[in-house]
């Protein structure tokens, strides 16, 4: 059964840092990967998706890799503002299957 | 990207009650839609594999007869909870995908507070 594991839980770094948020997974034989944004009791906002052959894609201030081999993928944040702060959820999908999420990663970027 | 409603957004239900929810695709037809819970503080759980014009496959420890699904349309799935109870006060939500292993979207999610 995949195992999603993100790291860390919860996240606060002053306006302008750059970050990173991690992502690992027990079964690399993935479909796809995916990372989503979440607002308290809002639905998913998705942010990147990256297919099992890609090894990163970018959407603005966002930068996503994945490294299959070994089940890590992360999610670069350049220039934090305060309107980033949500949970970022690392989700994976194996073929045929429906997404498998890690627990999340509470961000807050402050003023 | 693609268009997933959800609705209603919120409800609030008598114990023993029903409530139905309903996921819709707007713009595309998805043959297959996903109903996850998500408790407080807790990730999003797998309830259900919705299949259009065939039975719903339930993931272990959820109750098919309790949560009842109906997959009528290829834009159409409903989620009906049954003799609610406060411990399935929860955060439900759906997701679509265009094809099978394409990027998933999901739909705003329902509050359900059973009273």
Redesign the interface.
Known sequence: KQEVTQIPAALSVPEGENLVLNCSFTDSAI??L?W?RQDP??????LL?IQSSQREQTSGRLNASLDKSSGRSTLYIAASQPGDSATY?C?V?N??Y???????TSLLVTP | GAVVSQHPSWVICKSGTSVKIECRSLDFQATTMFWYRQFPKQSLMLMATSNEGSKATYEQGVEKDKFLINHASLTLSTLTVTSAHPEDSSFYICSAERRAGTEAFFGQGTRLTVV
């Not at chain 1, 009791?41 to 998705?46: E, P």
């Open positions: 479909y796809n995916q989503f009791g809002k639905g998913l906002t998705s998706l959820l989700a999908k073929s045929g429906a997404l498998n999420f890690g627990k999340g």
